[in-house]
């Protein structure tokens, strides 16, 4: 197969000098010993989303403000909304009071034209944002659209870990992503599950991806579950049990189909594949 590794791609010069303007000035107001952060980042979507119009509290105090303009204003405040996870009885109230209105801006930026396919200044941002929401988060993250949590703060992220567009990463019950960590679109990491016969029995249990995994398209790894090193689950695929380093495992639930090639004598067992009809 052919080798195709990524271009390097930037914006124009005059995109890059305001972006690291924009985000210097954030990080330095987040940084702040008396920095409230729920008001920094009403603040800075009031910016991007109704950008010349002001300040959020002049609009809001507008008297001739029409109902649903002046709802839309208030959603702006993290203060004013409610994240699924804070309904979770598990939830760590001061915890996630904390890191909400930073994943309110994560989440809120992508929903904006100014966020929309947008790479290079969201993948700034995050990585800007992730430190202060993450448990841990290594160097040179790269994440891409639309991916959400349930706390964040019980994520930790290695060097080199990479996130695209739509994942889910369900870090209830503890998730860990090793280096070099790859998850395509629309992927689904959980580290909680519940019960077949009561479903407010909750059990949370931490998923470990260690360096090197891949979790393609559409894939899903449940609670509990350990990509060993090198491992990867296919296309679609449910791992429901761990998955042995170096192997490849796909289908519902997902079974090992081979070895990869680059893996270790240790590693490098033949895989007994079922002729059609076999249990």
Not at 34 to 41: E, I, N, R
Not at 215 to 225: I, M, N, P, R
Request: proline share 7%; charged share 25%; aromatic share 8%.
């Amino acid at each position: 197969m052919p080798h195709l590794p990524l271009r390097q791609v930037l914006p124009s010069e005059a995109m890059q000098q305001l972006t690291e303007r924009w985000l210097a000035d954030l990080d330095h107001a987040l940084d702040r010993p008396d920095a409230d952060w729920a008001a920094v980042v009403r603040e800075t979507l009031f910016q991007l989303a109704w950008p010349g119009q002001g300040m959020w509290e002049e609009r809001i105090a507008d008297p001739t403000l029409p109902d649903a303009s002046r709802l839309a204003l208030m959603a702006l405040d993290p203060a004013n909304i409610t994240l699924e996870p804070e309904y979770y009885a598990e939830v760590d109230p001061v915890r996630f009071a904390r890191v909400k209105p930073l994943l309110w801006l994560w989440y809120s930026f992508d929903r904006l034209p100014i966020g929309g396919q947008q790479v290079a200044l969201g993948v700034a941002l995050r990585r800007l944002l992730a430190p202060r929401i993450f448990k841990r988060v290594g160097r040179n993250f790269k994440c891409f659209q639309h991916v959400e949590f349930s706390f964040g703060y019980n994520l930790e992220v290695g060097d080199d870990v990479v996130v695209h567009r739509h994942v889910l990463l369900d870090d209830r019950g503890g998730l860990m992503l090793g280096d070099r960590v790859s998850i395509a679109d629309y992927a689904n990491i959980y580290s909680h599950t519940h019960s077949i016969v009561e479903q407010a029995d909750v059990t949370s249990i931490p998923t470990i991806l260690e360096e090197d995994v891949r979790v393609t398209y559409h894939a899903t790894v449940l609670a509990g579950v350990r990509v060993g090193r090198n491992g990867m689950v296919g296309a679609s695929a449910v791992a429901t049990k761990d998955v042995r380093p170096y192997h490849v495992n796909v289908g519902i639930p997902a079974k090992s189909i081979r070895v990869k090639p680059n893996a270790p004598t240790e590693h490098a067992r033949a895989i007994r594949i079922p002729p059609q009809g076999d249990s």
